[in-house]
C-alpha cells in the first residue's frame, strides 16, 4: 500500500514538472508579437468600466499587458504597461506576501527582454488596488531595486 502510494506521489511529481516544462516552452521565446490595430483606441468616459481599459497606451504594450495576464496562471488579475517602460499589475488574493518580490523580479526579466536598453518600473498592486511594491530597473548598473 505504501508502495502505490509513493508510487502515485512519484508519478504526479514528474506530471507536473512535464506540465511545466511543456507550458513553459509552449509560451514563445520571450517575444511578444505586434498586434494588427484596425480601429482607434476608444475615448475613455464616464460610460467606460475598468474591465474595459486597455492594457498598453502601444500595440507592443498593449500584446505583453495580455500575455502577462494570460500567463500568469491566474497570480495576476490585470496588467498595464505605459510608454513601454512601465508596467503595472493587480495581483490576485493567491499571491503570498513572501512571493510578491520574487514574482516582481520575474516580470522584471520579462518585461527588459521584451523592451531593452532602457529604465524600467514595475508597479505591483494588491488585489485592493493599492500600491504595495514598487520596482525599478536601472539599465547602466544592470541593478534592480524595491521600494
Known amino acids: 500500500m505504501i508502495l502505490l502510494q509513493q508510487s502515485r506521489k512519484i508519478l504526479a511529481t514528474f506530471v507536473l514538472i512535464l506540465v511545466l516544462m511543456i507550458t513553459t516552452a509552449c509560451s514563445g521565446n520571450g517575444t511578444v508579437t ?23 497606451n502601444t500595440p507592443t504594450g498593449q500584446t505583453f499587458g495580455n500575455w502577462v495576464v494570460q500567463t500568469s496562471r491566474g497570480l495576476v ?33 520579462g518585461f527588459r527582454k521584451n523592451f531593452p536598453n532602457q529604465d524600467l518600473t514595475v508597479l505591483i498592486y494588491g488585489p485592493d488596488k493599492k500600491l504595495i511594491l514598487t ?7 544592470n541593478q534592480v531595486k524595491y521600494s
Open 34 to 56: 505586434q498586434v494588427d490595430r484596425t480601429t482607434n483606441p476608444p475615448v475613455i468616459g464616464r460610460d467606460v468600466t475598468y474591465a474595459e481599459l486597455e492594457r498598453g
Open 135 to 141: 520596482t525599478e530597473y536601472d539599465t547602466q548598473t
Open 77 to 109: 488579475k490585470d496588467a498595464y504597461v505605459r510608454d513601454n517602460n512601465k508596467l503595472g499589475v493587480v495581483i490576485s488574493p493567491q499571491v503570498r506576501p513572501n512571493e510578491v518580490r520574487p514574482l516582481a523580479k520575474s516580470l522584471v526579466q
